[in-house]
C-alpha cells in the first residue's frame, strides 16, 4: 500500500526559514515526479515546484530563487527548502507523486505559516 507522508511545517517569521519533508513508502520512488503543491487560505491550489526522477528541477516564478526542491531515490524521500519566506508563502504545503497520467499520489498536507 502506497503511503505519502510530509513533515516540518510550523510557525516562522517572515524572512526565516523552513524545509519540510515528504516521506513515501509502497512504490518505487524513483520513477515518480515528486512535486510541491500550496493551497492557501481563499487561494486555488498551485504548484510550487517538481523535480523528476533523474532530478531536473522547475519551480513556479513566485518561489523561484527562495526555494529548493531536492530527492534522494534511495531513500524514498524529499524536500522543500524555504528560504527568506514571506506571509504569502503561508499555506498547507502538500507532496503529490506523479508517474506520467498512469500513477498519482497524495500526502495529508503540512501546514507552515508564516507570520510576525
Known amino acids: 500500500q502506497v503511503q505519502v507522508v510530509e513533515s516540518g511545517g510550523g510557525l516562522v517569521q517572515p524572512g526565516g526559514s523552513l524545509r519540510i519533508s515528504c516521506a513515501a513508502s509502497g512504490i518505487m520512488f524513483s520513477r515518480y515526479a515528486m512535486n510541491w503543491y500550496r493551497q492557501g487560505p481563499g487561494k486555488q491550489r498551485e504548484l510550487v515546484a517538481s523535480?523528476?526522477?533523474?532530478?531536473?528541477?522547475t519551480y513556479t516564478d513566485a518561489v523561484k530563487g527562495r526555494f529548493i526542491i531536492s530527492r534522494d531515490n534511495a531513500m524514498n524521500m524529499a524536500w522543500l527548502q524555504m528560504n527568506d519566506l514571506k506571509t504569502e508563502d503561508t499555506a498547507v504545503y502538500y507532496c503529490?507523486?506523479?508517474?506520467?497520467?498512469?500513477?498519482?499520489?497524495w500526502g495529508q498536507g503540512t501546514q507552515v505559516t508564516v507570520s510576525s
Open positions: 523535480i523528476l526522477g533523474g532530478g531536473y528541477t
Open positions: 503529490n507523486l506523479r508517474w506520467g497520467l498512469r500513477d498519482e499520489f
